[in-house]
């Protein structure tokens, strides 16, 4: 008998053992998903100012705009919020994604549910960020991560309903985050990872908290020293959501989906991915890009 338990748990220990090669993996989808989004929230913000006249300049750090003569409270409105909106609908679009396809493959489920997550977070960020607004210059606040408060100012918001607005932006951290538990743990590998307190918490940290945390620490690589406070606000909320996910996934009873364990060299195409994006980013977008008036700004305001 003893022989026997002594065999079960050399053979759960073996299936428990960290799969580095799929953490790293995981940390390149976060990491490229976080530049990916960080992107397309100043490009819709660029393509905003660009239907109002402003000759808009993107950057991979921050939008120039050629004619500052422009400007007008609902312009200015308008085009520092519309980055908030689009990071709510990808979140909810990515979100919607992951439902459809939570069936396929692993890098293809980790893909989506990072991309919804981190649209999530950036939003938590963005709202967060009009609490720290004071403290810097009132014409840097968009190359800060604070275009919100820019917003609140215009739209004459007092201190009271901008901290509302604050908190409600960490309580959609706090939401979705619980939201993406299950999903998560459905990326186990084996119901052995995730059946016991103790070895759902080394999946926890091992395949949720590391890939996460290298993945901040890839990003302050590649960008170091630009966005330094915007990153720093993101990730003092990616810490809430990491909190958040680790919490619920303990307290969790759902079990796993099952899904068959086929080898993949998916983390070699998601190292491939994030260095493209990382050099389109600190080359192109070094230099800048023009943004000109594609008209779809007629359509919508």
């Known amino acids: 008998m003893d022989e ?24 390149l989808l ?19 100012a660009a239907h109002f006249g402003l000759k808009p300049i993107l950057f991979f750090d921050t939008i120039s705009f050629d004619n500052n003569d422009a400007w007008y ?9 519309i980055g908030a909106f689009v990071m709510a609908t990808t979140g909810i679009g990515f979100y919607l994604l992951y439902l459809t396809l939570k069936k396929t493959a692993l890098a293809l489920r980790l893909t989506f549910i990072w991309l919804s997550l981190v649209s999530f977070i950036i939003l938590a960020q963005r709202m967060l960020g009009i ?33 509302g607005l604050a908190m409600i932006g960490i ?24 059946d016991t307190p103790d070895y759902r918490k080394k999946f926890v940290i091992y395949y949720i908290v590391t890939p996460a945390l290298v993945g901040a620490g890839m990003i302050t690589v590649f960008t170091f020293p630009k966005n330094l406070v915007p990153n720093f606000l993101f990730f003092g909320c990616l810490a809430i959501s990491l909190m958040s996910i ?11 989906r099952r899904q068959p364990e086929l080898k ?38």
């Open 4 to 27: 026997f338990l002594t065999e079960e748990s050399v053979i759960l220990k073996q299936k428990n053992k960290p799969r580095w090669f799929l953490i790293i993996g995981s940390a």
């Open 30 to 48: 976060f990491a490229s998903s976080y530049l990916i989004l960080y992107i397309l929230y100043d490009f819709a913000t660029a393509v905003t």
């Open 73 to 81: 409270p609902r312009c200015v409105k308008i085009t520092f919020t």
């Open 131 to 163: 609490l720290f607004a004071r403290n810097f210059q009132f014409r840097d606040l968009d190359s800060k991560g604070m275009e919100l408060a820019i917003f609140t100012a215009y739209d004459y918001w007092k201190g009271a309903g901008e901290t």
């Open 171 to 194: 309580l959609i951290c706090l939401v979705t985050s619980v939201l993406f538990s299950k999903p998560f743990l459905q990326t186990a590998s084996s119901i052995y990872q995730i």
């Open 246 to 256: 680790s919490f619920a996934s303990m307290k969790s009873r759902l079990l796993i």
């Open 264 to 301: 993949s060299n998916w983390p070699l195409v998601a190292a491939t991915a994030f260095l493209i994006i990382v050099v389109l980013a600190r080359t192109v977008l070094d230099n800048g890009i023009p943004i000109p008036d594609t008209g779809i700004g007629h359509f919508l305001f």
